[in-house]
């Protein structure tokens, strides 16, 4: 009966000593997490008065873009400090490309992309289609801001198609009267301010 007794308190005490382990790693483990998390930047808070700031959510939002705070992803503000937007009504390139290709019908649009393909296109002709994308490489007015690619499409009686990146006229025209579209947009934008 004692070696009994004995082997039972030897088996609670390691259960013991197993148990106020596990709780040591615990508590361990917390004070390194809070230790970790304190040295955040992000997470101290910033003392400002409580008198300079408006209580109203829209002039707090206000005031943040003013100051030019924002949230950024990884650093992927450039100008910290400095908000910029840029809408594509406000890209006199972009108005005038699309003013010039409006009857045609457009597959993709995209502003932040740079870039504006036309579906295929057919006048009257049956077998010849072309396809006219334009690529965005900067907002000015140049000549080497806009890129023209025009493809055709010829199909034979039986439906064989072959497509070709072509040079034609019309990559200098829409090129040429983009550009005078967009002088005139920016000119006209001036005056109204």
Sequence with gaps: MLLLSAV????????YLKFM????????LIILLIASLSSCKALKPKWT??????????????????EGRGVSIA???KNRGSAQYEF????????????????????????SGGIIISDWYNDSNGNDSIK???RFLSNEIRADSLKV???????????????????????????????KNAALI????????
């Design 132 to 134: 006219i994308t334009l």
């Design 8 to 15: 039972f308190i030897n088996i609670t005490n390691i259960s």
């Design 88 to 111: 594509s009504t406000s890209n006199p390139m972009w108005r005038a490309s699309l003013e010039i290709l409006d009857f045609l019908p457009l597959t993709t649009v995209d502003y």
């Design 186 to 193: 920016q000119k006209e934008d001036k005056s109204k301010n």
């Design 21 to 28: 382990f596990k709780i040591f790693k615990t508590i361990s």
């Design 49 to 66: 008065d409580a008198r300079k700031t408006p209580v109203d959510a829209r002039e707090r939002a206000l005031k943040n873009v003013k």
């Design 75 to 77: 650093g992927l503000a």
């Design 149 to 179: 690619i025009v493809h055709r499409k010829k199909c034979s009686v039986n439906q064989n198609c072959a497509v070709v990146k072509i040079q034609s006229k019309i990559q200098e025209e829409l090129l040429s009267s983009i550009l």
